[in-house]
Nanobody, 122 residues
Framework: VQLQAFGGGLVQAGGSLRLSCAAS????????MAWFRQAPGKEREFVAA????????AYADSVKGRFTISRYNAKNTVYLQMNSLKPEDTAVYYC????????????????WGQGTLVTVSS
């Protein structure tokens, strides 16, 4: 599975962005998917995850209530809708695919996209 994330950009605090992650390959629908982010000088951190069927999701406490992860298997795409953005959300966002459920550790994912930069200005 190859993943490509896009949709990042510059947005003011309080604004919204929707990230997309397009996957190649016919097995996308069998993979659990996640979004991670990495700010300059910080470790990569978990943001959100969704099971292969879309029936269950998980979120980091820092984004709960503001971000929504979803997927459309017919289009091999997973999304991250980000609302009420804050300057501390500034990071490179990565999508990842694996088969270990709603895992919060990067090591649990086998496939990674190249990342898309989100910058939130105050």
């Amino acid at each position: 599975v190859q993943l490509q994330a896009f949709g990042g950009g510059l947005v003011q605090a309080g604004g919204s962005l929707r990230l997309s992650c397009a996957a190649s390959g016919r097995t996308f629908s069998s993979y659990d998917m996640a979004w991670f982010r990495q700010a300059p000088g910080k470790e990569r951190e978990f943001v959100a995850a969704i099971t292969w069927s879309g029936s269950m999701t998980a979120y980091a406490d820092s984004v709960k209530g503001r971000f929504t992860i979803s997927r459309y298997n017919a289009k091999n795409t997973v999304y991250l809708q980000m609302n009420s953005l804050k300057p501390e959300d500034t990071a490179v966002y990565y999508c990842a695919g694996g088969k270990r459920g709603l895992a919060g550790l990067p090591e649990a994912y086998d496939y990674w996209g190249q990342g898309t930069l989100v910058t939130v200005s105050s």
